[in-house]
């Protein structure tokens, strides 16, 4: 069972009816209880990093969170939920993450050149810099959906994939068993169902 934890600020409707596509069994939910009990853990998110973060703080999820993520079992953060994944985020001052993977979170106003429209809105190609069990089910070149104004720096090491957008932007990562698509699966067409289906399938072994 995958548990797709509900924090007030994701997307779950549609990520939900899209395991349900793939015939994954899905849960959302914020119970402690569940989240310890299911197979997986998907953490999603749309809205500013600073509001998200304090909700994860003031629901008690950001501990729990850490700890499931640190035990091993597949995880997932897609779009704001994988800012969240890193160490801090400068978006509209300076916000505390999860600390699952190295890095920041930064404007993309400041490595794209002017003009180019901010939010990067719309479908871009992935260019896969690793290997990675996540994307067992695409080929490089796959188009996904995108929907962000900042985008993750200072990882280098656990970019998984990348997309051109004037410059290029960290589009997914992995350290161990904590993956993070910045695209949306959930709304990328068959290239994200099968996205979603091989985290369906992970098994988990390496600890981040």
């Known amino acids: 069972m995958i548990a797709i934890v509900d924090y007030g600020v994701g997307n779950l409707f549609s990520l939900k009816c899209s395991f349900n596509r793939i015939g994954a069994e899905t849960v959302v939910t914020s119970d402690p209880a569940v989240i310890r009990a299911a197979d997986k853990i998907l953490l999603p998110g749309v809205g500013a990093f600073g509001d998200a973060a304090e909700k994860l703080r003031e629901s008690g999820l950001s501990g729990l969170l850490k700890e499931e993520a640190r035990s091993g079992k597949p995880f997932l953060g897609i779009c704001l939920g994988m800012q969240l994944l890193f160490e ?33 809105i719309g479908w871009n190609a992935l260019r896969f810099r690793k290997e990675s069990d996540l994307f067992s089910g695409i080929k490089d070149g796959d188009h996904v959906y995108f929907v962000h104004s900042f985008y993750a720096a200072d990882c280098e090491e656990h970019v998984i994939a990348d997309t051109e957008y004037g410059a290029y932007l960290t589009a997914a990562v992995q350290k161990g068993n904590v993956y993070g698509c910045q695209f949306h699966p959930e709304k990328s067409g068959n290239v994200g169902l099968n996205i979603l289906r091989a985290f369906a399938g992970l098994k988990g072994t390496t600890k981040c």
């Open 88 to 120: 801090k985020s400068y978006e509209y001052g300076e916000h505390e993450g999860l600390g699952l993977i190295p890095g920041v979170i930064r404007p993309i106003a400041d490595v794209i050149p002017e003009g180019l429209k901010i939010p990067q």
